[in-house]
């Protein structure tokens, strides 16, 4: 078993910054890819960042320049780092992980409100 906690999450003024953090414990070693995903009510999850056991990283195009996502493995820590916050990355953002035999694991989320 993999488990999530998220932080971070907060109200900020649309240009400003916040810095998502994920602890990850239990299998650590299983995990092949860690990401984040937003959810706004109504709409489906979307993929936000991920970064892969080789350190590679991918991002949905309506944030790429502007967030980056990182780890420390030293504190099994996953980090999401927003700048340039807009309006419309207002959501409830979660951490998750994907181990090598295909199980997902998810945070309980935390909200992002970007203010215009």
């Known amino acids: 078993q993999v488990q999530l906690v998220e932080s971070g999450g907060g109200l900020v003024q649309a240009g400003g910054s916040l810095r998502l953090s994920c602890v990850v414990s239990?299998?650590?070693?299983?995990?092949?890819?860690m990401g984040w995903c937003r959810q706004v009510p109504g709409k489906q999850r979307e993929v936000v960042a991920i970064i892969k056991r080789g350190g590679s990283t991918n991002y949905t195009d309506s944030v790429k320049g502007r967030f980056t996502i990182s780890r420390d493995n030293a504190k099994n820590t996953v980090y999401l780092q927003m700048n340039s916050l807009k309006p419309e990355d207002t959501a409830v953002y979660y951490c998750?992980?994907?181990?090598?035999?295909?199980?997902?694991?998810w945070g309980q989320g935390t909200q992002v409100t970007v203010s215009s």
């Open positions: 239990g299998r650590t070693f299983s995990i092949n890819a």
């Open positions: 998750a992980g994907l181990d090598v035999d295909g199980h997902d694991y």
